[in-house]
């Protein structure tokens, strides 16, 4: 799992995908997907108000992410994921569907925590919160709120993969790993190994950081 860690320096600094939007690289359905995930509401509509501090400190454990910048919305993305119902299409046995594994699996962490520390997940320290994810990760724990849904079932096919899925589909982690977007229509051309087209983005390395800025703000 995850550990908490500083940002080191940007691997792409000056490069901001949406600077995309109007050119060759994007096509209109990419541009109607990446506005409506940037339009994704703050207000919880699936989750109440305490469940999604649960999620918001679960998705501080599994994804840190640094001060320098506007966080990625992700229990948002999550809360908006299980309003409209968009399913994975699949399943383990031993789960329910996504909404009421999230709805489960929020009660028993706080269960969990209630019984290990007197308050709910989301009041607890971070070492707190992430030697209980670690529980889960294990499958050691064991509260009846979890009603027979396995706990390390849970963390490694419902809240690892929706966490992870949520922060890297948002444009601001797209910038942090140099990703422009699909491959259509522009596509890429130079294939080989360390070999990047104009409009891809140049990562940073010693002490280019300079150089692959001038190069990362002229990027279309």
Do not use: C
């Not at 329910?96 to 706080?110: F, N, Q, V, Y």
């Not at 419902?158 to 949520?166: E, F, I, K, Q, W």
Request: glycine residues 6%; proline residues 9%; aromatic residues 10%.
């Amino acid at each position: 799992m995850a550990e908490h860690r500083s940002a080191g320096p940007e691997r792409y600094p000056g490069y901001d995908v949406l600077t995309k939007r109007r050119s060759p690289s994007w096509n209109d359905k990419t541009r109607e997907v990446i506005d409506a995930r940037l339009r994704t509401p703050r207000e919880p509509r699936f989750f109440d108000i305490h469940e999604l501090a649960t999620v918001q400190a679960i998705a501080a454990i599994i994804t840190p992410q640094p001060a320098h910048r506007v966080p990625v919305p992700v229990a948002e993305l999550i809360d908006h994921k299980l309003y409209i119902d968009r399913q994975d299409g699949y399943r383990a046995a031993d789960m329910p569907r996504e909404r009421t594994a999230w709805r489960r699996g929020i009660a028993a962490l706080d269960a969990e925590s209630n019984s290990a520390h007197g308050r709910p997940f989301r009041e607890l320290e971070p070492r707190e919160q992430e030697e209980l994810l670690r529980r889960m990760e294990q499958g050691d724990l064991h509260d009846p709120v979890w009603g027979g849904m396995p706990p390390k079932t849970f963390f490694t096919q419902r809240l690892l993969t929706d966490v992870v899925d949520a922060y890297w589909s948002y444009p601001t982690a797209w910038s942090e790993m140099g990703y422009g977007g699909p491959a259509s229509p522009r596509g890429y051309v130079r294939m080989g190994y360390d070999e990047r087209d104009p409009w891809e983005p140049a990562e940073a390395h010693g002490d280019d950081a300079l150089e692959a800025r001038r190069i990362n703000q002229r990027i279309r």
